[in-house]
């Protein structure tokens, strides 16, 4: 069964709940995201990505509003299904000592594996896979402590792959990275969601990049909510000159060319 | 593959090693007695027929076994601690665990007013004490679970740990003051460790609640795997890593308690042989590492038994043997991460 859109966000209201009280992150949000394309979630810091991320991931419960992902409400999913549903990146990077790169992505294949999280001959196949994709297959035997931290965020990417799932969500992936990886990191995710047609929504700061390098853009703040559209029509409609009216950054409408005035 | 046969023969060192520390414990004790009279009565096969047959069958033996289950649980115990907190220098001693049952035995041995002597302990006795060091590393561990949840430093957790064991130890102080002389001297004689207070009467109970443990432990290996990556990345893959977590501080409860009870507070062996396992098998892999870390801690065991022996005439306590073992190891691995 097919979905026109991969991620249904209806009515969702992020923040926490506890006993003092709800406290609203961002909300009411609604957008509708195909498959086969990359998605960058543009915002001020505080807008409440990281939130809404980890709401979509099931990792934070919404306070209220639903995530629909492949034609299914996430919160019918279990764990374990979900995760075959829904990877994920952080720009957090897992310090593990003596863990080689294969083994890392070998992670991925986790919520498929018996008791005991035996590979077989498949999903080893599916792990080389995943490094082929990525281009990674020279870092098979390294331990990840000795990568570059461009070539750990493509481990990173490599396992949210052998997951096999239809959606990656990336935090911030190339926050702590040098210009050239970001850059890099960004014509990967592109790559992928093209190739082999994942719905893949990244949360960047880095807004001359994302506006080059991906399909569509997400806008969120505290002010507009949320603003979902093809790259070209948030450039043309001036949408990015609402979200960041800070003085000093002109957006052009017509090339979306960032500059500091 | 290579690296796989590399394994297999380290797993056999490991287990050759074992073999070798048994046959150790068994001819060497406190008691000389010659090579080829070990070899009659083991070949001879009767119990207490001469008082060597009976020190070999009655002592060498059970506290062989006991050096090979503590050494294995404790280590074991180690390991697990260090991946829920993810933290290289958490053991069952540093947490306090350790503590919280040493506590839970003062009570019983000084509470008791010393009718329990350490020699003497009757059937009853050691259950009131395993009772109590159960009691007191599982409060332990529930405090400790508490403070997991405001404190997302692993540092600070690991400072609280420390706290917590020194206001048991306050309180033992305390204990100590207002017990009897007898009871004073049979708890100090516990706190020093040993491997020789499990006889055939308490073996049974003491070897199904250590083994119970240790088969947990292997049971975890997947979810060890993946907590690894930390909570959100184990969410990710469908792993709550908070209930992980508390799976398996009630197992390192369970374990440390009965080491605990049987054998005093054992110190070092926990936090150092899961990075002696580490540094041998070079690996995270914990399908490698847990089966790794307990025949290590066993081999450990043993050594340690066999070191408190060598000076014939005596026994020397067990805690003033493992610091050897395990300072050097903690040293490295504090050096190693201070290079990062």
Redesign the interface.
């Known amino acids: 069964m097919t979905h026109q859109n991969r991620i249904e966000i209806i009515d969702l209201i992020t923040g926490y709940k506890s006993r003092s009280g709800t406290k609203v992150i961002s909300g009411p949000l609604c957008a509708s995201v195909p498959s086969g394309c990359l998605t960058s979630l543009l915002g001020p810091n505080g807008a409440g990505k990281s939130t809404l991320l980890r709401t979509i991931t099931g990792f934070q419960r919404p306070i209220s509003g639903k995530v629909i992902i492949e034609g299914v409400d996430i919160s019918k999913y279990n764990a374990n299904s979900l995760a075959k549903h829904i990877a994920v990146v952080l720009t957090e990077k897992p310090e593990i000592d003596d863990l080689r790169t294969e083994e890392m992505i070998a992670m991925g294949r986790a919520p498929y594996t018996g008791f005991w999280g035996n590979l077989s001959e498949a999903d080893h196949q599916i792990v080389a896979k995943a490094m082929n994709i990525t281009g990674i297959g020279n870092l098979a035997g390294r331990f990840i402590s000795d990568l570059s931290d461009g070539e750990r965020q493509k481990v990173m990417i490599a396992k949210a792959l052998a997951q096999q799932t239809d959606v990656i969500l990336l935090d911030e992936p190339t926050a702590f990275l040098d210009f050239p990886s970001k850059v890099d990191i960004m014509r990967l995710l592109s790559n992928i969601a093209l190739q082999e047609g994942k719905t893949i929504i990244v949360s960047t700061h880095d807004l001359d990049i994302a506006l080059h390098l991906s399909h569509n853009i997400m806008l969120l703040d505290s002010e507009h909510g949320l603003t979902f559209d093809s790259r070209e029509s948030i450039i043309s409609k001036g949408d990015l000159r609402r979200y960041f009216p800070q003085s000093g950054i002109d957006i052009d409408t017509r090339s979306g060319r960032v500059s500091v005035i | 593959m290579s690296s796989q046969s590399a394994t297999i023969l380290k797993f056999s060192i490991l287990v050759i090693s074992i073999l070798l520390m048994m046959i150790g414990n068994i001819y060497f004790g406190s008691v000389r007695i010659a090579a080829s009279e070990v070899s009659e009565i083991l070949a001879s096969g009767s119990v207490a027929d001469s008082p060597y047959s009976y020190i070999i069958f009655n002592s060498r033996i059970p506290q062989m076994l006991t050096a090979i289950l503590t050494g294995a649980g404790l280590s074991v115990s180690g390991l697990m601690l260090q991946v829920a907190f993810r933290n290289p220098l958490a053991g069952p001693s540093i947490l306090g665990v350790t503590s919280g049952a040493s506590l839970g035995v003062a009570l019983v041995i000084l509470g008791l007013g010393g009718s329990l002597g350490a020699a003497g302990m009757q059937w009853g006795g050691y259950t009131a004490v395993i009772a109590g060091a159960l009691i007191g590393s599982l409060s332990v561990m529930a405090v400790l679970l508490m403070f997991s949840t405001w404190l997302r430093n692993a540092l600070l957790l690991l400072i609280t740990g420390i706290m917590v064991g020194y206001l048991t130890s306050s309180i033992i102080t305390l204990l100590n003051f207002t017990a009897t002389t007898e009871g004073v001297h049979n708890y100090t004689m516990w706190g020093m460790g040993n491997f020789n207070g499990v006889s055939w009467n308490d073996m049974p109970l003491f070897s199904t609640l250590t083994i119970l443990g240790l088969v947990f432990a292997i ?1 975890m ?2 979810p060890l ?2 907590i ?3 909570p ?2 184990a ?6 890593m908070k209930r992980v977590r508390n799976k398996l501080l009630i197992a390192t409860g369970i374990l440390t308690a009965v080491a605990t009870a049987y054998c005093g507070p054992v110190s070092f062996i926990g936090l150092s042989v899961p990075h002696i396992a ?1 540094m041998i ?5 914990q ?1 490698i590492l847990v089966p790794a870390s307990m025949l290590g801690g066993a081999s450990v065991g043993l050594l340690c038994n066999l070191l408190c022996v060598i000076p014939q005439s005596t026994t020397l306590p067990l805690n003033g043997v493992t610091p050897l073992v395990g300072v050097p190891v903690i040293i490295y691995v504090i050096l190693k991460g201070r290079r990062k």
């Open positions: 049971l290996v997947k795997n993946i690894q990556l930390g959100r990345y969410a990710g893959l469908g792993i709550d580490r098998m070079r690996t995270a892999n399908r």
